[in-house]
């Protein structure tokens, strides 16, 4: 059983498209969390929701929503796509806080913008 | 703010060699630490934490104690194999409200047989 998954895993759109990614997770926590992976592999955090609640919102361009219509679920919009947007988009979860506690991430979803 | 530096990769070793691969932090408060581990391909992976100082975290041969007087979180094995290439990552959540998660820049490791 995957804890969390992602769709799709690869992704290849055009400039100034609008894509989702979904997410969701099968180990009932409460917090997830959608990171950005560039390709020298730094990890930067993007959002995080704690039971439905936007808790994490880093400087992210307002291009980019996060919806979580469920604990179970954290899906990623993104408008007019940018060159600059592909990346390995990873979706996470934990019960309760980061601090002290284990996230769960899931396989990534690659994005090319071409 | 919050952060992790890393020593910058790839770490090249032969199989059964030692592995240290540092990570100094600065944080407020107490951190809690960790270290993941992306495989090829993949998510990330916990592969150990410590939430307070001289904790020692240990998993599958690899271990990392917390220093609080160094603010460090070094982490090593005795005896690498070509299964543990892959980019490891330091990361410490803070004790401020937040709980921000942040992650360091992440260290290849290339093992050869």
């Known amino acids: 059983d995957t804890a969390v998954s992602q769709t799709p895993k690869y992704l290849v759109t055009q400039m100034g498209n609008d894509k989702s990614i979904k997410c969701e997770q099968n180990?009932?926590?409460?917090?997830m969390y959608w990171y950005k992976q560039d390709s020298k592999k730094f990890l930067k955090i993007m959002f995080s929701y704690n039971n439905k609640e936007l808790i994490i919102n880093e400087t992210v361009p307002n291009r980019f929503s996060p919806k979580s219509p469920d604990k179970a679920h954290l899906n990623l919009h993104i408008n007019s796509l940018e060159l600059g947007d592909s990346a390995v988009y990873f979706c996470a979860s934990s019960q309760g806080t980061p601090r002290g506690n284990e996230q769960f991430f899931g396989p990534g979803t690659r994005l090319t913008v071409l | 703010g919050d952060s992790v530096t890393q020593m910058e990769g790839p770490v090249t070793l032969s199989e059964e060699a030692f592995l240290t691969i540092n990570c100094t932090y600065t944080a407020t408060g107490y951190p809690s630490l960790f270290w993941y581990v992306q495989y090829p391909g993949e998510g990330l992976q916990l592969l150990l934490k410590a939430t307070k100082a001289d904790d020692k975290g240990s998993n599958k041969g690899f271990e990392a104690t917390y220093r609080k007087e160094t603010t460090s979180f070094h982490l090593e094995k005795g005896s690498v194999q070509v299964s543990d290439s892959a980019v490891y990552f330091c990361a410490l959540s803070a004790s401020g409200g937040s709980y921000i998660p942040t992650f360091g820049r992440g260290t290849s490791l290339i093992v050869h047989p």
């Open positions: 180990l009932g926590h409460d917090t």
